[in-house]
């Protein structure tokens, strides 16, 4: 079942001779569940891409269809609803909430949907992540690859269709990259997501069931590597 | 956690070192208008009890209405006390006399001494019978007179015996007429006044009890009976300040309170908003992570709105406290140290009124000034989160030159954000123009209350048909008491000009050296010394719409005067005619008169009653002896009391100033720390740190005054030419010293500002200061 569709996706800065085409003509199209990885040199459009499927920002041209919705045809308000409810993000330098303990950070997203955290599922989160001894831990007294796992359990615990990640593991050692790799693969499936993600590290690139590759903003699609 | 507004509670706590600033902006603001909302009220309780003593505590008298007609108003409305009161020869222009001296009779009940005019009666009772008077306090001073005393009053009518029976006290009027009084028992009085033939005015003091509208009683009462605005006189003091009658002062405080107001909460806006959108500045990728995690925009500003709206509700109990302490201390100030009609104002007592208002003015300022940050906050992209530039806009190129690298790099600052630079211009040059347009208040008391003026007597000696009788050789007696500092005489004649567009008639009044050294004071163009020394000049006092200027002339009884100098303000009031100055000999020049009509004395500090009865004693009998120490008094208390109220918000606005300008830079330090961080990573040492942030500090200053002198300067000038020198004609003049004050104020808080942001920055890790979020 197809979950997301990029059509003839661009994006170009400036204009005139000083306009920098980031993104030309990108199209590929995800299944549910799948898990793939976007790789490409540094400035060649990677983030620029995942940033437009998240809705993080306006394409010059194109669309970008999640579960049958083109969300740039949302308004701003709506745009931010959808993003809540189906798409997780999770960063390279994490991005959690400093004053806001590990399970506050997980359910945060769901308390600005005004819902009722599950709390069996923080639970089980928790306990897929490795997290429950530190639960109540702040993200200063957390080391980097836990700090990351919270990200990935933020991410999850809202229950969206598509997971994007841009450099999960940029700031992890080989062990931590690893391992929350494992976990991500592991949500994933467990909770048929599906996960679009950045990554430099090639290991992690051919562990991913597909591969796009980005080049000076064109798109490549590098089919399944395993 | 229940929902995401819990973030607000839990970032706070977290951050409440950060927060301390903004806490302190809201607390200062809460403090101001706790404290002005409070003297408000305290000065209203102790008005309402002023105006009951001096005005007398009724709220209606009845004039020309019949006895029966006006008693009834005891079963028509819910009336707690009232009495008959009439006076006789009040204006003491009749032959009615107490030992040659003329006399002012009163005929009244009981219940005037118990219910309207309490604390009058000092000495002895009300006269049981028609044999008893009272007197004034003065009947002491000036005829010795002890209870028991039988006095004889004389009447055209015949002579009456009293036996005195107690004393009332003076008032500031009574004291100034010289004036005797006798209170009569109402029958007796009735008595007197038809023996000799006098209409009567009845009139009937009318207090009701509380709770009443009066408003409307009193409308009901003259539907009922017919009267009309000449049958039923209001208490406008009471009234007034009741609310119940349209009463200048009380709308006029609150007018102050409500200026006052406008300008905290202003104030509290500029330094709340500074506070928080440096906060939401310095936390750009952090609202981007909430957007990119979710968050909606409205969430945002619901969040930095909570956030601020925390700290109103922890800065308020701290608040109070402090106000009340400041209110106490200022009644205890204008209490026990100014006092005068200031003794009453109460201390320790709270004022529920303030507190309300503080709260509620809080509330407002607080969501006033969260709206700019919140909108801001809610602003920021998703996008900012992720690519990790949150604080990194363009800001444009710096241009590194021959100068200081930290130097341009601070300048570079302060002209790298045009809506930074606007606002912080902007919120400098407000405190300046505040400054700058409050300070005209300064002259506005010199000028207007004259009593505190170096000519103004202690007593006036005069006949009460302002005769040319004394003469000189008086003068010279009261020279020689001991405890006199000042005798001035001054001669005065009504005269017609002739030869002169500008006046047909003139006050021409003569000063001896000490007056005219006086008049230097007042001078506006021309020389006193000219007037004093050469026959034939003369000063005129300035008049709104002047007429005359120097050089004029005119023509008084065949002499030729000229106009040498011209005066902003002089001590007496004009009826039409101009005031016309002249020295003595001039003056007899002209008239030939050599005997003064009024003799003005000062006496020496330290020098009381005594002295006065030691004037009194070489004057003779008929002669008026005007004692205006009271009402000097009086005014002096005012005018402290309004020094009081100028200056201390001079203060409060230079402070008001100094916090903010410290505030302002802090926080645009703290928005930018991280590139301050990367600064130091990259080698910047502690002294060129400072000194880019103190060349951004400065910059925001001198914009901030040139702003601030550029436009109060004006409006300076404009308030300066409506209050002052309509009235009193003095020129506006650019006003150096208040310039100076508030410029050196300004630039000094933007170089001491600079200094702790600094020495914070210095002392963070370097990791701490580039970190994120």
Request: net charge neutral; proline share 3%.
């Amino acid at each position: 079942m197809q979950l997301l569709e990029v059509n003839q996706l661009s994006k170009t800065y400036g204009s005139g001779d000083t306009a920098v085409h980031a993104l030309k003509s990108a199209s590929f199209t995800l299944q549910k569940g799948e898990f793939a990885a976007i790789v490409g040199e540094s400035g060649s459009g990677k983030s620029t891409l995942l940033n437009l499927i998240g809705g993080l920002g306006t394409p010059t041209s194109g669309s970008v269809i999640i579960d049958g919705n083109d969300i740039f045809s949302l308004n701003d308000k709506e745009l931010t609803v959808f993003r809540r409810r189906n798409i997780g993000f999770i960063f390279q330098s994490f991005h959690l909430i400093p004053e806001l303990n590990v399970e506050q950070n997980i359910m945060f997203p769901v308390l600005l949907d005004s819902r009722r955290p599950d709390e069996k599922y923080l639970d089980e989160l928790l306990h897929v992540l490795g997290l429950e001894e530190r639960r109540s831990h702040l993200p200063s007294q957390l080391s980097g690859g836990q700090q990351q796992r919270v990200a990935i359990g933020r991410a999850l615990f809202p229950r969206p269709a598509l997971i994007l990640a841009d450099e999960p593991t940029g700031n992890l050692d080989s062990e931590n990259s690893r391992e929350v790799i494992r976990l991500l693969k592991e949500t994933s499936q467990k909770y048929s997501q599906t996960i679009l993600m950045i990554t430099h590290n090639r290991a992690i690139a051919q562990s991913a069931e597909r591969v796009l590759r980005v080049s000076d903003g064109v798109l490549t699609d590098l089919g399944r590597c395993t | 956690m229940r929902s995401y507004l819990s973030l607000a509670e839990i970032s706070a706590k977290a951050h409440r070192r950060n927060n301390r600033v903004t806490q302190l902006c809201i607390m200062i603001a809460v403090v101001l208008v706790i404290s002005v909302f409070s003297m408000v009220d305290f000065e209203y309780m102790h008005m309402t009890e002023k105006l009951a003593r001096d005005h007398g505590n009724w709220h209606i008298v009845l004039s020309h209405v019949p006895k029966e007609e006006a008693e009834s108003v005891w079963n028509e409305a819910d009336v707690k006390a009232a009495c008959w009161y009439d006076t006789f020869n009040y204006r003491l222009d009749q032959p009615i006399y107490l030992e040659g001296r003329p006399i002012c009779m009163i005929g009244t009940e009981e219940s005037f001494f118990t219910e309207i005019m309490k604390d009058t009666l000092t000495e002895g009772r009300f006269p049981q019978n028609g044999s008893e008077a009272l007197l004034n306090q003065n009947a002491v001073n000036v005829l010795g007179c002890r209870i028991g005393d039988t006095v004889m009053i004389q009447t055209p009518a015949g002579e009456y015996s009293y036996t005195v029976c107690g004393f009332i006290s003076d008032t500031s009027y009574s004291l100034a007429q010289d004036a005797l009084i006798a209170v009569l028992d109402y029958t007796e009085f009735g008595r007197m006044v038809r023996a000799n033939d006098q209409s009567r005015e009845m009139q009937y003091y009318i207090q009701f009890k509380k709770g009443l509208s009066i408003k409307k009683t009193i409308a009901d009462l003259k539907a009922a009976h017919g009267w009309t605005d000449e049958n039923v006189g209001e208490n406008i003091a009471v009234l007034g300040i009741m609310g119940m009658s349209t009463n200048n002062y009380i709308v006029g405080l609150y007018g102050i309170a409500a200026v006052l107001v406008v300008i905290v909460v202003l104030a509290g806006v500029m330094m709340i908003s500074g506070s928080l959108n440096a906060g939401v500045a310095q936390r750009t990728e952090y609202y981007g992570m909430l957007r990119c995690i979710g968050a909606g925009k409205n969430q945002i500003k619901r969040l930095v709105r909570r956030e601020a709206l925390r700290w109103l509700l922890l800065a308020i109990p701290a608040s109070i406290a402090i106000s009340m302490l400041i209110c106490w201390f200022i009644c205890a100030v204008l209490a026990y140290g100014i006092g005068g009609e200031w003794a009453g104002m109460p201390v320790g007592r709270i004022s529920w009124i303030g507190i309300g208002a503080g709260v509620l003015v809080g509330y407002i300022t607080v969501i006033l000034a969260a709206a700019a940050p919140a909108k801001r906050a809610a602003a920021v992209s998703p996008i900012t989160a992720v690519s990790g530039n949150g604080d990194g806009q363009n800001t444009g190129m710096v241009r590194l030159g021959k100068a200081s690298v930290p130097i341009t790099l601070g300048v570079h600052h302060v002209f790298a954000k045009k809506k930074n630079l606007i606002l912080m211009t902007g919120s400098f040059a407000l405190s300046i123009i505040l400054f700058l347009t409050f300070s005209v208040m300064i002259a506005w008391i010199e000028n207007s209350l004259t009593t505190n003026k170096s000519y103004s007597p202690d007593i006036s000696l005069y006949y009460s048909d302002y005769s040319a009788r004394l003469s000189s050789n008086l003068v010279d007696d009261l020279r020689s008491i001991v405890g006199v500092k000042n005798v001035c005489g001054r001669m005065h004649r009504l005269t017609d000009v002739e030869n002169c567009e500008k006046a047909d008639r003139i006050d021409l009044i003569s000063y001896d050296e000490t007056q005219f050294a006086w008049a230097r004071a007042d001078l506006l163009r021309g020389s006193i010394d000219a007037a004093a020394n050469e026959t034939g000049k003369v000063i005129i006092a300035f008049e709104k719409g002047a007429r005359f200027e120097l050089g004029d002339t005119m023509d008084v009884n065949g002499k030729t005067l000229t106009v040498a100098a011209l005066l902003s303000d002089s001590p007496f009031k004009s009826d039409g005619n101009p005031t016309v100055i002249c020295s003595e000999e001039t003056f007899t020049e002209i008239f030939g008169v050599g005997n003064y009509s009024v003799i003005d004395l000062q006496l020496k500090k330290g020098f009381g009653n005594e002295t006065v009865e030691e004037i009194r004693s070489v004057t003779d009998g008929s002669m008026i002896l005007s004692d205006r120490r009271e009402g000097k008094t009086e005014a002096n208390s005012t005018y402290l009391a309004f020094s009081v109220l100028v200056y201390g918000f001079l203060a409060m606005v230079a402070m008001i100033t100094v916090f903010h300008i410290i505030n302002s830079i802090s926080m645009s330090v703290i928005a930018r720390h991280r590139l301050y961080g990367m600064m130091r990573a990259i080698g910047m040492d502690s002294d060129q740190l400072r000194q880019m942030i103190t060349a951004e500090s400065l910059g925001y200053g001198i914009s901030g005054c040139l702003v601030g002198c550029a436009a109060g300067l004006p409006l300076h000038a404009w308030f300066y030419r409506t209050v002052i020198s309509n009235y009193w004609g003095i020129a506006w003049q650019i006003p150096w010293k208040q310039l100076l004050i508030i410029i050196s104020v300004v630039l000094c808080s933007a170089f001491v500002a600079a200094r702790g942001p600094a020495r914070r920055i210095m002392s963070m890790p370097v990791t701490e200061a580039v970190g994120s979020l």
